[in-house]
């Protein structure tokens, strides 16, 4: 049951009054809204799950397509984070048939955002060929299952491929499996939630050096500063799971992002990435002509200045507007001898001062 926070925000979204809004934010790094089974068999939740990725912002909806007999044995154990059901009847209670899957594709295709899932079996890769996916995920689970990663590699499709519980032998064996494929690895935690001291950014130098690839970032904290960081260091791709409630039932659902907070983290992603790409040169000085005018200081006679005086600290003071001999240059003009009469109070300028002259 969603709670009523989230239920009231679930309608505000999809209000048929309600304008998208249009982001001018550079748009180079790929944000994977992971739904996962957070429709908890409903299907109706997995096509607004899909909608409500879109409206945030996401570039990807991203599934999990789970064939029960296909991968797993009936008495395999639950995560202790999971125990109301076995996964097995999860899976069997959850899972969608081939036609629904076709049908959320389409739907996907229709509001315009890519679909995307993770298969668990070598069925569920012949399912997602025969509905027309673009990309696969490689769960965290899967990266030591080889015949997996082969079969996706014959589909010629790009890979993500996440690192949550792999050491670097079993990822580079992973990478080796799917070489010559359009991979991008992905930093991850199988923590749920992940705390902040084992987010593992430094991970994401080390995948770089080592695949010379693309990188990216799972995220399972429940705040969007991995995330953001994340960009920060070059990640590409930003997965984080959303939910309509963290009230709903389900694995995923309680440490998910809720709608506002994963908004939030688009944005921030986005602007993040604008940053980056639009580096600024300090030396522009005309993106600040107007401010220098009004804000820095220049050089005033703080008393009478007459014609041939030696200029000494104590007759100059410091003043706005900065259109005159900047406060920078007073060791020039100090020493120097004054060419014409200057009132107190009055900026000073070149014709004021005999510029290399001394009576030093």
Same mark, same amino acid.
């Given at each position: 049951?969603?709670?009523?926070? %989230? ?33 908890? %068999? ?319």
């Amino acid at each position: 049951m969603v709670s009523l926070s %989230g239920w009231a925000l679930f309608q505000e979204l999809f209000h048929p009054l309600r304008t998208p809004q249009v982001s001018n934010y550079m748009n180079d790094v790929l944000i994977i809204a992971e739904v996962g089974s957070v429709h908890d %068999g409903s299907f109706g939740n997995a096509l607004k799950l899909a909608d409500l990725a879109q409206e945030l912002g996401a570039d990807v909806v991203k599934y999990q397509t789970h064939i029960a007999e296909a991968e797993t044995l009936s008495n395999a154990p639950s995560p202790g984070y999971f125990s109301a059901e076995s996964r097995f009847d999860y899976f069997n209670r959850t899972g969608f048939s081939l036609d629904q899957w076709k049908q959320i594709k389409n739907h996907c295709d229709s509001i315009g955002i890519e679909f995307a899932s993770s298969p668990f079996s070598e069925l569920a890769v012949d399912w997602l060929e025969e509905i027309g996916i673009d990309r696969y995920k490689v769960p965290s689970g899967e990266v030591t299952n080889l015949p997996l990663l082969a079969k996706l590699k014959s589909t010629g499709k790009p890979i993500l491929l996440s690192s949550g519980m792999s050491n670097w032998e079993e990822l580079d064996a992973a990478v080796n499996e799917l070489d010559q494929t359009d991979l991008t690895v992905l930093q991850c935690t199988s923590m749920y939630p992940c705390p902040v001291q084992r987010v593992g950014l430094n991970v994401l130098d080390e995948m770089q050096d080592r695949y010379h690839c693309p990188i990216g970032f799972s995220d399972h904290t429940q705040t969007n500063y991995a995330a953001f960081s994340a960009v920060s260091k070059g990640a590409r791709c930003i997965e984080k799971h959303l939910t309509f409630s963290n009230a709903m039932y389900g694995s995923d659902a309680p440490l998910a992002s809720e709608p506002e907070d994963f908004r939030d983290m688009v944005k921030g992603v986005r602007e993040i990435s604008t940053m980056l790409a639009t580096p600024v040169d300090k030396d522009n000085i005309e993106d600040f002509a107007d401010m220098k005018f009004i804000f820095q200081k220049s050089i005033v006679a703080g008393t009478d200045l007459k014609r041939g005086e030696t200029v000494t600290e104590a007759m100059l003071c410091y003043k706005k507007p900065g259109s005159g001999i900047s406060a920078a240059d007073f060791r020039n003009i100090i020493g120097a001898r004054v060419a014409q009469d200057v009132p107190e109070g009055q900026l000073l300028s070149d014709a004021d001062i005999e510029f290399g002259s001394s009576k030093n």
